[in-house]
């Protein structure tokens, strides 16, 4: 099996102000993935790219997109769907529902977990260039298990007493 690769990406994020009779709230976002060297950081920074009136954009960068080869049969079952995402995992910081990206995968079942923890993922396509290195990615490291068929017991037979 080979071994964890990375690669560096930045997340933009766009907040919207939704309005109803006396009452204004954020809502949040994940609307791309970017990728590439030049946008990597040692830290998550944030910077505002869109200033809209009710919308603005974000982008985080400072992101590792990791690719572990036990995750291999989560990465194939995500490339084969006809629509393969990238999923943005958010926490909520501070008051007034600021919300900001906590970790980007290409894992279906790390997300899903991440969801049962509380946290926000939203899906977002994944670029052509991350596709591309995944898929090869998985075809050189995943070994998809040998299935075993279980052998039937005879319910109907009563212990020997």
């Keep these: 099996m080979g071994a964890e690769q990375t690669l560096p990406v930045s997340v933009v994020m766009q907040r919207r102000e ?3 009779k006396g009452w204004r709230v954020p809502s ?3 609307v791309a993935i970017v990728v590439g060297e ?3 950081c ?3 920074t944030r910077q505002l790219i869109h200033d809209g009136d009710d919308e603005q954009q974000f ?3 400072g992101f590792r997109l990791r690719f572990y080869p036990d995750a291999c049969e989560s990465y194939w079952c995500n490339l084969t769907v006809d629509q393969p995402k990238l999923f943005v995992v958010c926490r909520p910081a501070g008051e007034g529902g600021e919300l900001v990206p906590f970790s980007v995968t290409a894992d279906q079942d790390d997300a899903g977990s991440s969801v049962e923890t509380d946290d926000q993922v939203f899906a977002v396509p994944m ?3 991350i596709y591309h290195h995944l898929e090869r990615y998985v075809v050189s490291n995943y070994v998809p298990e040998q299935r075993r068929k279980r052998k039937r017991r005879n ?3 009563r212990p020997n007493s």
Excluded: K, M, Q
């Design 59 to 61: 982008l985080f960068s």
């Design 18 to 20: 939704v309005a109803g």
């Design 42 to 44: 040692r830290d998550v």
């Design 38 to 40: 030049s946008l990597e």
């Design 155 to 157: 319910w109907s037979e």
């Design 28 to 30: 949040w976002n994940a």
């Design 127 to 129: 670029p052509a260039e």
